[in-house]
Every structure is written in C-alpha cells, then in structure tokens.
C-alpha cells in the first residue's frame, strides 16, 4: 500500500497545472473493427479512477483502440511517449495466438523491465487457475513512463491492477525523482 508520504508527494507533483499523463491502449482486431465493445479498456479506466480517488493526484486518462498490428502499436508507443505521458497501460495481446504481440513491441522498446511486479501475479492467480501463468504480461520503463502490458479480459485487468497499484506510488516516486527514502 502506497504510504502517505508518497501520496503526499505524488499529489504536490502532479498538480491541476501538471497533471499525471496516464494513456491507456486496448489492443483489438475485433474492437477496433466495431465487432464487440471493448471492455477491457474502460475497466482499465474504473480502476486508476478507483485508485486515484483517495490519493489527491491530479491525472488526465486517454483511451484508444488499436488492431493487433505491432506496426501500430509501436507508433502509437512513440507517440504516447512523445506526448510526454508518464503511465501507459495495454491490455490485449499477452497471450500466444498468433495476433498476441504486444509484449514483443513493448520489449525491445524498454529501457529497463521490472519482472516481479507480474511474476507475482502470475503466481498469485496461477495458484488457482494455472492457466494464468501463461499470460506474457510485462512492466518496464520507457525513459520516465511505466509501462504496463496488460491481459485483455476485464477479470485478468482487475487482478493485476489490484496489485499494481500497491507499487505505482513508488514507482512514480522513484522514477520523478521524489524522495521517498
């Protein structure tokens, strides 16, 4: 659990002026297309609004859906990154189908990986439903933005967020330089 002190100093840095920049990027060949509705995506959405709600930072949340070409993904990387986004989340495409590439977009692009943050969801969830273990979720950096690939159900979405954001305080603080320690 984030600690006041990180809240406190996460709220006086991402202010009304200065918001935390938080994209979020559903990777679809189905949605994007208009088939079905992307629900991944504003379920992603409900839980930073859920988690925000108490933490007194300032954020802006932008969604987009993309097809599950890599070519995109990566450009819109590039961009979200360009536009000077602090938090990008990706839910879709961390499975082994054909399609499922965006860990293997995210990864070359990274500056550094941070593995435990989804081992242990992995593990956790893989406990009961072994299956879990098989998703290819990742965390890394990009420069100052986190990363986080995500799997593309609402249920997967809601795991892993409960426990990233037992960490996303202290990763935001360490990487803006906030101290924490």
Do not use: W
Not at 157 to 170: D, N, S, T
């Amino acid at each position: 659990m984030a600690s006041d002190r990180e809240k406190a100093l996460l709220a006086a840095h991402f202010t009304q002026n200065s918001p935390v920049q938080i994209h979020v990027i559903t990777m679809s060949d189905r949605a994007s297309a208009g088939e079905y509705e992307d629900r991944s995506g504003p379920k992603l959405e409900e839980c930073i609004e859920a988690f925000l709600q108490d933490t007194g930072i300032t954020a802006n949340v932008d969604r987009v859906i993309l097809s599950d070409d890599a070519d995109g993904l990566k450009d819109e990387i590039l961009k979200t990154k360009a536009a000077g986004t602090h938090v990008l989340f990706t839910t879709g495409g961390t499975g082994v189908g054909p399609r499922d590439n965006t860990p293997d977009v995210v990864l070359p692009m990274a500056d550094k990986v941070i593995p435990g943050v989804m081992e242990l969801v992995r593990m956790k969830y893989g406990v009961n439903k072994p299956c879990a273990v098989l998703s290819r979720t990742v965390c890394a950096t990009m420069g100052e933005m986190l990363i986080f690939v995500l799997p593309g159900s609402t249920k997967g979405v809601a795991e892993y967020m409960g426990e990233i954001v037992e960490v996303l305080p202290h990763l935001l603080c360490v990487l803006h330089q906030l101290d924490v320690h």
